[in-house]
């Protein structure tokens, strides 16, 4: 903002100042000059200052202070922006309710894919469409980890420990590689593209960190990659929508998505398929994304929260075991006669017809184990549910299998 | 506008209605029913019909009735909202002024990239950045003709003519093939990029008809892709703007932009390196654009034309001799004794300096003939001009050499 302040308000139509600031630590040094800005012991009576034109929330988390001071914010007819995923995908259908009683715009662009415009894309570019389906890879952390492995055949554990040395993951990655930060932005996304926020509990997430390097081998042999993909679109009877690893053809722009970028996917009715690639995190992208926010308002922009006059109620996702799709399984058995034809019949009783096999006789580790992946035709997910389950229970499997959908991309 | 036209409202706060139409031929069936709308004969006449709110320019061409009707709206103090890119390329800074005279918003979303929101990305989305640069692939004829070429090998004129029979070129194809309509994109881009227009005649424009088999061979040869990719970015003298044939590596995300689908990269110093792909054409991804922009004119919206408040004057591109780079050339050569020595005491005269060159016996011609491809290290494009000028003049080299920047992507 200060190294670019001339620009930004010849953007804007007017400076922007920033005129107080709250923090936990008054002392550290945090290489910018913070004299002459009024300091907040307590973030949340930044909400009642007099001069405070627009609060922005850079605190995090969907509960406590942040959402106090969101909260407050708004109820006192201020303007907030925020990066705050989880409070907007948790908290978004209170705040949108309290932003149109008290004519307070909300504003979250940083929320979702860092300075990638994503929501500005969704909201405004698109307004005019019907969007069929919105996604794609949204968590930079773990869409390193995958090309890592994929690169260097290592292990998740091996290149996450890398990822926070390289400061690619935080001390604490459970919110990224879980899924859980990348399925925040989904739900804003989804709230976004259809017009309703999602019951955020209701939508299926699942992480990598079960994702071995035999999957991404076979991926590879199979044609695919393996990213973590987020999906939601309209179906019959209501909303698809989850966050999990995914097989990808190798062909599709999205399986290029390599590295800490991240990548929005869409599909409108008229506008047909488009995908935005670049940095999802890191201080200057999430300070672009920030800036367009204040800039809007300074224009004047007054949208509302979900981009639509009257949003429809919070929506429950559809069940999983009502998706259907292609789907790849990894059993790891004894290498003994019989084994093939025992999940063979398994797949028969439950209705789901097989595409492809690899195996690979070199695969055989000392303890006469070897890894099996399969490919099915379209089914749906229940039968896979229960397909996996009986599987797992044969004495000659070995560990978990897993079981990863496959998408077009 | 009719199909969508409740989900419309909802975004746009209040119903969009057509009152009224100018069309060349009144009797044309259409595929809707265009009763009761008011028919002007004289498209210009809508500028001053009272019940028009938004004029809707989609006639086409810089000059004539799509100018006259643009600025009379405008003077009128009427907002307009147009496709019309040569129309903002060439006349942009004028219609600015009277835009900003008259306080009448014009808004040209659908004139770049079709459904993709380039516009609203460059002008909103990273409105608090400082763009390093902008660009991208932005003929979506041009890109299929490359693309099918290196896919079947055949030259530029056979894949033209199929291009035109498949609707993918029209039936004059100049403008695109030409480079001019990609180019016309490109200038609104770097206006809204740099807050000042180009002075357009200044702007290098080249075509894809001289690319031949042999080049998308050399290239693909050399871990490249041939696309007609344009440019504009700051450089210490003014603004480098082109539009022209380059070599890309086959891994940048550019590079796997194929078919008809358009893609705007850019790069702006918080936010780095985005790019985003999507149709560029049709009726459908023309329409969504057209609506985002009247969406916003709808929720009151009202930006200047590039952005900012004080648009700085139309500036001239720096002159093509001063761009520095990596270039490929192409020479046939009569396939005999002393001709490499030739041309390589004539690049080292130039001071150019060789980074590698590809030559293949079995290219050889009936007629003794056979390609030859060098590519350069860094140098200035004078000297290239002056290289190729040299080369072409040699006795032993047949044809005009082929000359191509290499980019990043």
Redesign the interface.
Known sequence: ?RE?SA???????RPIEVVAVAARDRSRDRGIDLSGLRWHDDAVTLAADPDVDVVVELIGGSEGTARQLVTNTLRNGKAVVTANKALIALHGAELSALSSAHEAPLLF?AAVA????AI??VR???????LLRVGGILNGTCNYILTEMRNTGRAFSDVLSEAKALGYAEADPTTDIDGWDAAHKLAILAALSF?RPLAFDSLHVEGISRISPADLHFAQELGYRIKLLGLAREVQDGIEAWMRPCLVPIAS?IA?VEGVFNALSYE????????????GA?A??T??A???D???LA??????VW????PANRVECVPRGTLTGEYYLRVTVQDQPGVIADIAIILRDCGVSLRGMVQHANDKTPNGTVPLALVTHQTDEHAMLVTIQRIAALDSVVNEPMMLRIEAG
């Open positions: 903002m670019n620009r930004i308000a010849d953007r804007a139509g662009e860092g300075g990638v415009p500005k894309l405004e570019g698109l307004a005019g469409d019907r017009g722009p290029n409108g009715a008229f506008a047909g398929s488009q995908m935005i690639e670049g940095r890191g200057g992208p300070a672009i920030v800036m367009a204040l800039i809007d224009r004047g922009s007054r949208l509302p981009g639509v006059s009257t």
